[in-house]
């Protein structure tokens, strides 16, 4: 079974542009979760989406959206970036998003914005 | 906002000795989890606790739930090169699937 899967792997942005990121999770998994990862903040929890409802949201500027489709594929977008958003961003999938669940996280979007 | 504090940052140990390494919080939390990041990864899962003062292990991973339920520590014995990586702990916010990341060991093995 596939893993998660996330593109871009790498991207370069400049100031003020907009970003989307993809995730597709694993296979049957209903679940995703995105997650901002910077040397000085650490991995920071931005939202989680089921059944393409944003069910919790972390502490983080209306410029971070998402969105999950009915395939549970999920999308993040960053509008007017920032150089503060440079960051890996990771998402992470589960089953059915129950408390007790495993998250499985993908590789990865490195984002550099100059 | 909510914390949890790793410690140590990093360390570095030579081939065959165990590691201690633990995470605290100034609140409460019932469920505990321990993940493992290695250069360009996503972190993997390691051991996951849920009741207080529970021990697990997975292998030569050992993990315990503190019985303050404000702490957990993870112990991997006699370390291996691929033991290399972050390692993090996390906290589960009751009642939310949001989860809040420590801010990480960092493992050097030496040969």
């Known amino acids: 079974k596939a893993g998660v899967t996330q593109t871009p792997r790498y991207l370069i942005k400049t100031r003020g542009q907009q970003v989307t990121l993809s995730c597709s999770p694993i296979s049957g998994h209903r679940s995703v979760s995105w997650y901002q990862q910077t040397p000085g903040q650490g991995l920071q929890f931005l939202f989680e989406y089921f059944s393409e409802t944003q069910r919790n949201k972390g502490n983080f500027p209306g410029r971070f959206s998402g969105r999950q489709f009915s395939n549970s594929r999920s999308e993040m977008n960053v509008s007017t970036l920032e150089l503060g958003d440079s960051a890996l961003y990771l998402c992470?999938?589960?089953?059915?998003?129950?408390?007790?669940?495993?998250?499985?996280f993908g590789p990865g979007t490195r984002l550099l914005v100059l | 906002g909510q914390q949890l504090n790793q410690s140590p940052q990093s360390m570095f140990i030579q081939e065959g000795e165990d590691v201690s390494m633990n995470c605290t919080s100034s609140?409460?939390?019932?469920?505990w989890l321990w993940y493992k990041q290695d250069p360009g990864e996503g972190p993997v899962l390691l051991i996951a606790?849920?009741?207080?003062?529970e021990l697990t292990s997975n292998g030569r991973l050992t993990a315990q739930f503190g019985t303050t339920r404000k702490d957990s520590f993870l112990n991997i014995s006699a370390s291996i090169p691929s033991d290399v990586g972050i390692y993090f702990c996390?906290?589960?916010?009751?009642?939310?699937?949001?989860?809040?990341f420590g801010t990480g060991t960092r493992l050097k093995v030496l040969a």
């Open positions: 996390a906290v589960r916010l009751s009642g939310t699937y949001k989860y809040i």
């Open positions: 609140s409460i939390f019932n469920t």
């Open positions: 606790l849920y009741k207080a003062g």
């Open positions: 992470a999938s589960s089953l059915a998003g129950a408390y007790s669940e495993t998250q499985y």
